[in-house]
């Protein structure tokens, strides 16, 4: 069965740095765009990253641009992002997804907690 698991979450202070990774298993991960989305208490799930399925390009939220690098390893089935310069306005559940659009499919993780303070 699809399976996509976060792991690399936990606490961390401002200005620190995390590396959240994704492993893959039951699809072809390398014809997926992966992407990495959170969700801070009361409000909207947000696009973080997204990087296409060869891993050529890359786009980011503006709220994390400079800070946050996505890439993945198709030979892993991994998919990574490392946080640095960490806000506490980054603390959310952070998100993997995975997508193809021809014949459409879309899978997520179950979600790793951030949190970012003092």
């Known amino acids: 069965q699809v399976q996509l698991v976060e792991s690399g979450g936990g606490l961390v202070q401002p200005g620190g740095s995390l590396r959240l990774s994704c492993a893959a298993s039951?699809?072809?991960?390398?014809?997926?765009?992966m992407s990495w989305y959170r969700q801070a208490p009361g409000k909207e799930r947000e696009l973080v990253a997204t990087?296409?399925?060869?891993?050529?390009?890359?786009n980011y939220a503006d709220s994390v641009k400079g800070r946050f690098t996505i890439s993945r390893d198709n030979a892993k089935n991994t998919v990574y992002l490392q946080m640095n310069s960490l806000k506490p306005e980054d603390t959310a559940v952070y998100y993997c997804?995975?997508?193809?659009?021809?014949?459409?499919?879309?899978?997520w993780g179950q979600g790793t907690q951030v949190t970012v303070s003092s």
């Open positions: 990087i296409t399925s060869d891993g050529g390009n890359t």
């Open positions: 997804n995975a997508q193809v659009l021809v014949p459409f499919s879309d899978y």
């Open positions: 039951g699809f072809t991960f390398r014809n997926y765009a």
